[in-house]
């Protein structure tokens, strides 16, 4: 019985190393995706803090509503993936008076094709708005 118990304990022992190196691999590699994930999601809550935009002027120019939007953040923005809402409705025909890079402490005028009145919001792409109704 003593040979027994002690090649019992011997395969118990040998098992449990196998068992912890095939373990180890996936649990580090599930806490690094983990750690990556959370610096990911305090990257964009960190863009949204420090974004703000501000509507300064609506204008009716015909049948277009003209929109001055102001970047009052410290976050610069892609002023090509702005979002229009109109009433509730989302918008697709706008333009924007300049593409691409919109910093901090500067004005875009947006120009919303067909519509002359109502409430207009502005969505950046990380989801800070502004509102206006005219």
């Known amino acids: 019985m003593g040979f027994s118990t002690s090649a019992a304990v011997v395969i118990f022992a040998a098992s449990l190393l196998y068992m912890a190196t095939i373990y180890y691999p996936l649990v580090e590699r599930s806490?690094?995706?983990?750690?990556?994930?959370?610096k990911d999601?305090?990257?964009?809550?960190?863009?949204?803090?420090n974004t703000k935009i501000v509507i300064t002027d609506t204008e009716n120019t015909g049948s277009d509503l003209s929109v001055t939007v102001y970047n009052n953040g410290s976050v610069t923005l892609n002023s090509s993936r702005l979002n229009v809402i109109h009433n509730g409705t989302f918008i697709t025909s706008f333009t924007v008076s300049r593409q691409g890079v919109?910093?901090?402490r500067n004005f875009i005028?947006?120009?919303?094709?067909?519509?002359?009145?109502?409430r207009v919001k502005i969505v950046t792409e990380n989801g800070a708005a502004d509102y206006a109704v005219t």
């Open 41 to 49: 999601s305090n990257e964009l809550r960190y863009e949204k803090l």
């Open 31 to 38: 806490y690094r995706m983990a750690l990556e994930a959370e």
């Open 109 to 118: 005028n947006v120009t919303i094709n067909g519509v002359t009145g109502g």
């Open 102 to 104: 919109w910093s901090p």
